[in-house]
């Protein structure tokens, strides 16, 4: 089992920045991959970004060049720095371990708007 927690959400204006963390705890052992997800309003939920042990990442098209992932393997840590937000941006943003049955935290709110 693997338990993950969001924090880091909150209302900025647009061309703002905001920075997202993700605390896994539990079997943190087994974890190779690390992804943000969002969740708009209506809409289904979508791939941000992912990082794989060693430091590969991947991006949403929407995203590349404003948001970057990273990962503190001491502290069990994720994170998406999130630069130059738009409103488009807005969304509930979960953290995810793909497995079996993909581990998901709680979900942070992002509010981008003047």
């Known amino acids: 089992q693997v338990q993950l927690v969001e924090s880091g959400g909150g209302l900025v204006q647009p061309g703002g920045s905001l920075r997202l963390s993700c605390a896994a705890s539990g079997s943190i052992f087994s974890i190779n991959t690390m992804a943000w997800y969002r969740q708009a309003p209506g809409k289904k939920r979508e791939f941000v970004a992912r990082?794989?042990?060693?430091?590969?990442?991947n991006y949403a098209d929407s995203v590349k060049g404003r948001f970057t992932i990273s990962r503190d393997n001491a502290k069990n840590t994720v994170y998406l720095q999130m630069n130059s937000l738009k409103p488009e941006d807005t969304a509930v943003y979960y953290c995810?371990?793909?497995?079996?049955?993909?581990?998901w935290g709680q979900g942070t709110q992002v509010t981008v708007s003047s």
């Open positions: 995810n371990v793909p497995a079996i049955i993909d581990y």
């Open positions: 990082i794989i042990t060693g430091g590969s990442t």
